[in-house]
């Protein structure tokens, strides 16, 4: 089965630091560029970045730039998201979706998202 | 960066009734448009992409049109399993970018 399996829920403090994961199956993970989409509390969805597991090509959205780091491992078929220090404003739903061969392309494939709260 | 403004923000509609939105661009974004459902709890679900194509396994009552700057999902009789959230996607520029949702809900 073509999927994105996501890691669970996370509670963390302010300036603690957190990296979530999204891992493929079922496809040449390798391929496909994979991207991260943020939903905070009652907003819309916001485009973060996308990363090309074959050769680790990122394009940041810039106003996450320098805000998270966007990475995967394609031997271990996982991208990741890090933050290395929580803000309580990041306390948010996180989308990893597949996009396609590609970074002009649609999100095919969701995860069924990450909630991370961040709260003193 | 092109903004997607999407309208209405609520739409109450009954079983069978036709339901349309509507996604504007702030620039042409020429057909790279997709359009993504998301119900509580449930990863979003690709509806449309290239502005009119639909998803494999998409029902034909859920259809997409426009070019440029304005777009529309139309779903012509709804049914109770398609009361959710609706967001378009451009995907014709980085950064990409999603409209802020319509809220689909039982009239």
């Known amino acids: 089965e073509v999927q994105l399996v996501q890691s669970g829920a996370e509670v963390k403090k302010p300036g603690e630091s957190l990296k979530i994961s999204c891992k493929g199956s079922g496809y040449n993970f390798a391929n496909f560029w994979i991207g991260w989409v943020r939903q905070m509390p009652g907003k819309g969805l916001e485009w973060m970045g996308i990363?090309?597991?074959?050769?680790?090509?990122?394009r940041y959205n810039p106003s996450f730039q320098g805000q998270v780091t966007i990475s995967a491992d394609k031997s271990i078929t996982t991208a990741y998201l890090h933050w290395s220090g929580l803000k309580a404003s990041d306390t948010a739903i996180y989308y990893c979706a597949r996009q396609g061969i590609n970074p002009y392309w649609y999100f095919d494939l969701w995860g069924r998202g990450t909630l991370v709260t961040v709260s003193s | 960066e092109i903004v997607l403004t999407q309208s209405p923000a609520t739409l109450s509609v009954s079983p069978g009734e036709r339901a349309t939105l509507s996604c504007r661009a702030s620039?042409?974004?020429?057909?790279?448009l997709a359009w993504y459902q998301r119900k509580p709890g449930q990863a979003p679900t690709l509806l449309i992409y290239g502005a009119s194509t639909r998803a494999t396994g998409i029902p034909a009552r859920f259809s997409g049109s426009g070019s440029g700057t304005e777009f529309t999902l139309t779903i012509s009789s709804l049914q109770s399993e398609d009361f959710a959230v609706y967001f378009c996607?451009?995907?014709?520029?980085?950064?990409?970018?999603f409209g802020q949702g319509t809220k689909v809900e039982i009239k």
């Open positions: 620039q042409s974004v020429s057909r790279n």
């Open positions: 990363i090309y597991p074959g050769d680790s090509d990122i």
């Open positions: 996607h451009q995907y014709n520029n980085l950064p990409q970018a």
